[in-house]
């Protein structure tokens, strides 16, 4: 706008009008001259230089007058050919002279339009200068400014058209077939794809979509006339152009579940390189002429956020991975529970707070929510990196603060909406608890049972964890050395669950028969179940049963065991301790604690214990019991109230005294010998408090 009225105020001032006013008097002297010496050549020869509408033209003359045609017609012949000849010659001169005037006036027009340009050359001049000393250090960028400025004497009078209100070019009945308007100035503006003026120099930029379109950007189209129009003005940047030079973070998936942004992105980089191009384009889905912008050079680091399992299949399945992402980073999902990441986390979930609008936490709800990090870390000695899980709980326990008129979210609040999201999400748990109550599942917490124990698992619902107890038997028999697994055989159990019980077979082995392969056939179940069974954290509790089987001692059904087991006989932590543990107690708590019931866990799981308020008073009052084993002789001690013992000494005062015994009865048996047929048959008889079927030695 600044250049436009500077042009029009020089092709307006007195100096310019002027300098035209004296080319034109120059020039039309110069035809005037040319005209007046026909003339005088034609007045010499007898003729008259004559104006028409069409034109000149020349005619004989007698007394300074035209003649007319009569008394043309009635000259001699001979004078008559005379002046017809001169008319003819002077004719011809005239006709030079016309053309010689077309000529000047070409060369007037030429004459003013170069001063036009001479005066919009220094107005354009005057204008860019002070751009120019600003991006001196880009020769690409002055080399576009001279283009500009030789662009503007070319279209100089596009600068004197007149001009509404806001600068802009008025359209006028000449316009193109496009409506173009006359003066139109708009291929001088400029198109901004980035504003980084108030950028915090972070640059950091995340891609909330990250399309074909938002990555490289677009070219977009306007309807006009039935057509799709479009110019440089339309074109509009995408988020590389945003992070040029700093950093980009994106979804893997949402990047892989946008159809071409993966290959888009990869050939940028490999490129170094933005190119605007439609999707349509580059699979040649349409052939019409396209504008193609420049390229932009491309430098950035992309920071590439996904799940482990997504990183794998990139690695293995995509060989430009590796060379576009050299550093992986694998990221833990929890945090050692110190005093520094304590504080960090309660600040981190302070200020997300307030800028949520929720109301302020005050120190023992910030810590319940700790604690909460803890269990969903699944140790109490880490916290949960998941904040965002935490943050949810906070948004919660701001509703029930506000419903009962608090300033501030109190420890309560917090330990509301936690029993809140578990009572949403526990449907099936009151399901099967009501199941259990009802005597639809047979869960017994009190007595003695021989083969049955109380194993423990644990399954998540809208992504809470609820804890189930499931009864496992086993029964022992007389056999050629194999352990049945019911699961695996009817396929209701997974690898890792079989691989298990294959464990319990190797240790039977070891430790009761390494000197010959022992003689039973034993099975294992668990009870009432329909669906699959998988994982290895009840093989503690199947060899638990195994052996109170084979050594033909009850098992206190008071106690429930979690836990798995290795070819020693050793207890190994397992997962989801917590809720295994808030399942049985639930389960004794509705029948009503007494003090002898509890649950035994694997030593290494100890620190990993998070339990609800109401386990951990159950706990302290001695109602409920909770005990850490160190193997499976640990346990079928506390379940027998029968000392383990040594496998090698053959006594009924010992749990593995009997085991061995049972073993080598039954050995003796399948080799026929018939001492061993009596005892066996004596030792048929059930024992009291035992189930009868238990035992078919």
């Known amino acids: 706008r600044d250049l436009r009225t500077m042009i029009r105020t020089m092709f307006e001032s007195e100096e310019y009008a002027t300098e035209v006013e004296r080319i034109d008097t120059e020039f039309k002297q110069r035809a005037e001259q040319a005209f007046i010496e026909v003339g005088h050549k034609a007045q010499r020869r007898g003729l008259a230089m004559v104006r028409t509408p069409v034109g000149f033209t020349v005619a004989p003359q007698k007394d300074g007058e035209v003649m007319p045609p009569q008394v043309f017609e009635s000259l001699p012949e001979e004078q008559r050919a005379e002046l017809q000849k001169a008319m003819a010659e002077v004719q011809e001169q005239l006709v030079r002279a016309l053309r010689a005037s077309m000529r000047l006036r070409k060369e007037h027009a030429e004459r003013v339009r170069e001063m036009n340009r001479a005066m ?101 189209h306007i309807a006009r006339f039935g057509m799709l129009l479009t110019d440089f003005r339309l074109i509009k940047g995408g988020l590389l152009h945003r992070a040029n030079g700093g950093h980009l973070l994106i979804d893997a998936v949402q990047l892989l579940s946008q159809p071409y942004a993966w290959q888009t992105l990869k050939r940028a980089l490999r490129r170094g390189e933005i190119r605007i191009e439609a999707v349509a384009e580059q699979l040649g889905l349409i052939s019409t002429v396209q504008l193609e912008p420049e390229p932009i050079p491309l430098k950035l680091k992309v920071v590439l956020v996904g799940t482990r399992e997504i990183c794998a299949l990139l690695q293995a399945y995509d060989d430009e991975f590796d060379q576009l ?107 099967l608890a009501d199941a259990v109550r009802r005597g639809v599942l047979l869960i017994a917490t009190s007595g003695e049972r021989t083969g049955q124990v109380n194993g423990l698992s644990v399954y998540e619902v809208g992504g809470e964890g609820f804890g189930a107890v499931i009864r496992i038997s086993a029964t022992t028999r007389l056999g050629h050395g194999e352990v049945i697994d019911v699961q695996r055989e009817t396929h209701l159990g997974g690898p890792i669950h079989a691989k298990g019980v294959m464990i319990l077979s190797a240790f039977l082995a070891a430790r009761f028969s390494r000197q010959q392969p022992h003689s039973l056939v034993a099975t294992l179940v668990f009870e009432q179940t329909y669906g699959l069974v998988e994982g290895d954290s009840a093989s503690l509790a199947e060899l638990a049963a195994l052996l109170s089987s084979l050594a033909d001692l009850p098992l206190k059904q008071g106690w429930a065991l979690t836990g798995s087991v290795n070819q020693f006989g050793q207890a190994q932590a397992i997962g989801g301790v917590n809720e295994k543990i808030e399942g049985f107690f639930d389960v004794c708590a509705a029948r009503g604690l007494d003090g002898t019931q509890g649950v035994l866990l694997p030593a290494a799981n100890v620190e990993h214990l998070m339990l609800r308020e109401d386990v951990v008073e159950a706990v302290r009052a001695g109602r409920f019991a909770l005990r850490s084993v160190q193997s499976i002789d640990d346990v079928m001690e506390c379940l027998t109230g029968v000392p383990a013992g040594a496998p090698e000494q053959l006594s009924d005062a010992t749990v593995n005294g009997r085991i061995a015994r049972r073993l080598r009865e039954l050995a003796r048996i399948r080799r026929g010998e018939p001492r061993a047929l009596r005892r066996g048959a004596t030792r048929a008889t059930p024992r009291a408090g035992g189930s009868s079927g238990d035992n078919l030695g």
């Open 120 to 220: 919009t050359r220094v107005a354009a001049e005057h204008a860019l200068e002070e751009i120019r000393e600003r991006h001196a250090d880009l020769p690409a960028v002055a080399a576009w400014l001279d283009a500009v400025a030789a662009d503007v004497v070319e279209h100089a009078d596009d600068f004197r058209a007149p001009a509404d209100e806001d600068g802009n070019a008025t359209e006028s009945a000449d316009a193109g077939e496009a409506g173009e308007a006359h003066g139109d100035l708009s291929r001088y503006e400029v198109n901004l794809l980035l504003d980084a003026s108030a950028a915090d120099g972070v640059g950091l930029v995340e891609a909330d979509l990250p399309t074909v379109p938002n990555l490289v950007g677009r070219v977009d």
């Open 325 to 431: 992402f050299r550093v992986v980073a694998d990221l833990g999902d929890d945090m050692p529970r110190d005093a520094a990441n304590m504080r960090a986390l309660a600040a981190t979930l302070r200020a997300q707070a307030r800028e949520a609008g929720l109301l302020p936490a005050d120190a023992a709800a910030l810590a319940a929510c700790i604690d909460h990090g803890a269990r969903l870390a699944e140790d109490s000695t880490r916290l949960s990196a998941r904040v965002r899980f935490l943050l949810d709980v906070l948004h919660e326990a701001d509703h029930l603060a506000r419903r009962r008129g608090a300033a501030a979210i109190e420890r309560d609040d917090v330990r509301a909406a936690i029993a809140a999201r578990r009572e949403r999400a526990g449907r099936v748990n009151e399901r």
